[in-house]
């Protein structure tokens, strides 16, 4: 039984092409329901984010293929005049699981080990639950990619480390400050990066956060999404800087929203007490003179950058042990995928021995007592079992290629006579 995987992604397609075929929610269950009521597919599950749309297939039909796939989700998105087949990746049995696998752990993604993309999938396992289009393959296969990624966030460090300038610079902060809690935190520039500056703060137990912006309501805003309720009026809050323990700026102007005198005066005040400043402006937003103050910790893009390619590096060095989970389930899957291809011969083959048995006790009915025909049967049962023990483990050994099961299968079906059987049950 076939596994197809097919889809775009970052590596495939550029975003103009992702955005033609990506589906939400509503999209999604519609697509899965077409799949399934065309008897197109047996089993359906799309997973489609910012960075990908992919769907992964058991075919209902022989003809159904990969390309058969692109074609049909090129067609549901009425996308012929941008999208081609060639901007499409192909994945058949058991790379199929790995690609599943790989995308789980997020070792698949635009940046190297990024935690959402878990969600992620099993949101679109989700969906096909809900549609009902997640039969018995999709199931396991799903429940082992989570598994998959759950032992590769706890047993390797690819998920460790900030590779976003917003992220990188609180880590610093938490270098410098282990507890984040007990300091007092000036967010200038409520935009994108100082946002996430912000949230990240946040979810490091930072608490005491105090954001100034040209646009006050903007403040505002952010300041109750955090739930802070703190802001500075712009125009003022050079006159608290004494106040902070840590600032960070995200401001799009060419101007330095910080000088060198302005730190001085504020460090005196300060009695020297250190202070952090996170400039994750471009152009900078804070004078560079700033850093050669006592006690002043001044660290910008190019500083974070640094922080970043190192943390890269630790991910990427991390990828042999990812690989190795990978592997190791992926034996997993593919035996448990074998069990399923010879189900019906042992299904056969203890159906004949069963139906042997009952003929044969049959006819001591009523020559023996009940209490002794009990006996005779708890007798057979065990012989039964010991005797079809050897050839069922043949059967669920594992393989070193899928043409050996065929083999086993028909060596079995062969010995036993069991085509003889499967006519006598239908």
């Known amino acids: 039984m076939n596994i197809i995987s097919v889809g775009v992604n970052h590596k ?28 197109i597919a047996l089993e359906a599950m799309v997973l489609s984010t910012c960075n990908r749309t992919e769907l992964y297939v058991v075919p209902g039909m022989p003809e159904v293929d990969g390309k058969y796939l692109k074609e049909y989700l090129i067609a549901f998105r009425n996308a012929h005049n941008e999208v081609r087949p060639e901007h499409f990746f192909n994945r058949f049995y058991c790379n199929t699981a790995r690609h599943l696998f790989e995308v789980a752990s997020a070792i698949d993604s635009l940046i190297l080990g990024e935690g959402q993309i878990l969600g992620q999938v099993k949101d679109g396992y989700r969906i096909a ?30 998920m460790e480390g900030a590779v976003s300038v917003s992220y990188a610079a609180v880590e610093l902060a938490q270098k410098i400050f282990s507890n984040l809690s007990m300091k007092k935190i000036l967010l200038i520039g409520a935009g994108e990066t100082g946002e996430l500056a912000a949230k990240h703060m946040f979810q490091k137990n930072a608490r005491n956060i105090v954001i100034t912006n040209r646009t006050l309501s903007k403040a505002e805003a952010l300041a109750e999404e955090l739930g802070t309720n703190q802001v500075l009026p712009y125009e003022s809050y050079k006159e608290h800087l004494h106040e902070f323990d840590i600032i960070i ?23 020297l007490k250190p202070v952090i400043i996170l400039d994750l402006g471009l152009p900078r937003n804070v ?21 970043i390619d190192k943390n890269l590096e630790m991910r990427r060095a991390e990828l042999p042990k990812v690989q190795k989970i990978i592997d190791e389930e992926l034996v997993g899957f593919g035996q448990w995928i074998n069990t399923l291809k010879v189900r019906p011969t042992i299904v056969d083959l203890q159906s004949k021995f069963i139906e042997i048995k009952e003929k044969e006790l049959e006819r001591f009915r009523y020559k023996v007592s009940e209490e002794e025909l009990k006996r005779m049967e708890r007798l057979t049962d065990r012989i039964l079992k010991k005797i079809l023990h050897h050839p069922i483990k043949m059967l669920k050994a594992p393989v070193d290629t899928a043409d050996t099961i065929p083999s086993r299968v028909n060596l079995v079906r062969n010995i036993f006579d069991l085509e003889e059987q499967n006519q006598r049950t239908k």
Do not use: W
Request: net charge positive.
């Open 287 to 307: 004078d560079p003179e700033i850093g050669k103050l006592k006690n002043m910790f001044l660290k910008d893009i190019d500083d974070l950058k640094h922080i």
């Open 249 to 271: 700026t995200a401001v799009s102007i060419k101007e330095y929203v910080l000088t060198e005198p302005e730190l001085q005066q504020s460090m005196q005040k300060r009695r």
């Open 129 to 158: 639950v809900e549609v009902q289009s997640a039969g018995i393959l999709l199931t396991r296969l799903c429940h082992t990619a989570f598994s998959v990624a759950k032992k590769v966030k706890t047993k390797t460090k690819i």
């Open 12 to 39: 495939t397609a550029p975003i103009e092409i992702r955005e033609r075929v990506s589906l939400s929610e509503v999209q999604a269950k519609e697509f899965l329901t077409n799949l399934i009521d065309d008897n």
